[in-house]
């Protein structure tokens, strides 16, 4: 079955301090790896695709990393905007995805 | 604009009173799903489907029945509702299921069964 383990739970930090989320799998023929962002009371949006290990992808302050275990987000000199929570997906062979708990993100002025 | 919608939004029902929570999009997508998400959980999905006619089951798909009759739309039904099916919906699209699977998500809906 494929798992997919996010941590931490939830991570707070001053405006300017970077930081790194973590997003551990297990899947058979891992067809790729999503990181999306979810405000509070909205549907998730859709931030990277990583599709093998050593792929890097970039937006802003954030940055998505893929080895053949997990993936990192991290998150340079992030602002208050930056304050969400950010889910991490797996998709195997088949045509689904399977999505971790979370980190929830607050960053303070 | 390029959205997926949801209706209705909130929605309390009592146990065993048939509910049909509707998703459409506007972007021509083949590939939809519905998704629950719920503390501690994360998102868990319930059904998806490659295009019109082709379903098939996620995660969680017991308790909840699907069609897909025209590409841009995608209902769920809850024939029998149960209290532990109180939950927040997601609907999704995505341009194709054999390719990426980016997903738009559509703005959720509540549910309670009391």
């Known amino acids: 079955e494929d798992q997919v383990t996010q941590s931490p739970e939830a991570l707070r930090l001053q405006e300017g301090e970077s930081s790194s989320l973590n997003c551990s799998y297990t899947?058979?023929?891992?067809?790729?790896l999503f990181w999306y962002r979810q405000d509070p009371g909205k549907g998730p949006e859709f931030l990277f695709t990583l599709y093998s290990a050593g792929e890097e992808k970039e937006k802003e302050r954030l940055k998505a990393t893929l080895t053949k275990k997990e993936s990192f987000l991290h998150i340079t000199a992030p602002k208050p905007e930056d304050s969400a929570t950010y889910l991490c997906a797996v998709r195997p062979p088949k045509y689904k995805l399977s999505f971790g708990a979370g980190t929830t993100v607050t960053v303070r002025a | 604009e390029a959205q997926v919608t949801q209706n209705p939004r909130y929605l309390i029902t009592v146990t065993g009173k048939k509910l049909t929570v509707t998703c459409s999009q506007n972007m021509n997508h083949e590939y939809m799903s519905w998704y629950r998400q719920d503390p501690g959980l994360g998102l868990r999905q319930i059904y998806y489907s490659m295009n019109v006619e082709v379903t098939d089951k996620g995660d969680v798909p017991e308790g909840y029945k699907v069609s897909r009759k025209e590409k841009r739309n995608f209902p769920l039904i809850l024939e029998s509702p149960s209290p532990n099916q109180t939950s927040l919906y997601f609907c999704?699209?995505?341009?194709?299921?054999?390719?990426?699977?980016?997903?738009?998500f559509g703005p959720g809906t509540r549910l309670t069964v009391t």
């Open positions: 999704a699209s995505s341009l194709s299921g054999t390719a990426g699977l980016e997903q738009y």
């Open positions: 899947v058979s023929g891992l067809r790729g």
